[in-house]
């Protein structure tokens, strides 16, 4: 079977579909007293690209400068984020923030963030861990 076979009889549906998974913040949990599992969900290939894109960082000539590593780690999350609890208008109030975003960034600590913008990552393809040793080296 070649690669076209292949492709015409596949489940066009089932592979587009996206990729999806509860993630448990084990220490908001714990201080809850219940399980606080995110449910994540894979960014379509634009909206990445559009987010990754809105954390570059620029000097007043237009020279690319860096990457806002935080400001473009929250936006995966939130985008991602599949919980309507977390958008609650009263949860919102309680905790003094306008959006799900703002909710994210302040309830979970720097290493959450982190890991759930890893979680994200592997579910839109990328290999986390190769990336992280190009970094290192």
Not at 53 to 81: F, P, W
Not at 109 to 137: F, P, Q, W
């Amino acid at each position: 079977m070649n690669l076209v076979d292949a492709l015409l009889n596949s489940d066009a549906g089932k592979l587009l579909e996206k990729a999806k998974k509860d993630y448990e913040v084990k220490r908001l949990s714990n201080m809850l007293g219940c399980p606080f599992v995110l449910h994540l969900e894979q960014l379509d290939n634009k909206r990445m690209t559009e987010l990754q894109e809105s954390a570059v960082k620029m000097d007043r000539r237009g020279k690319v400068t860096g990457t806002d590593l935080y400001a473009l780690q929250t936006a995966v999350i939130a985008e991602s984020i599949n919980n309507p609890e977390l958008a609650d208008t009263k949860v919102l109030k309680h905790f003094k923030v306008a959006t799900p975003r703002e909710l994210i960034a302040k309830v979970l600590n720097a290493g959450e963030i982190t890991n759930v913008y890893n979680e994200v990552s592997r579910l839109c393809g990328y290999d986390v861990e190769e990336e992280a040793e190009k970094v290192k080296n």
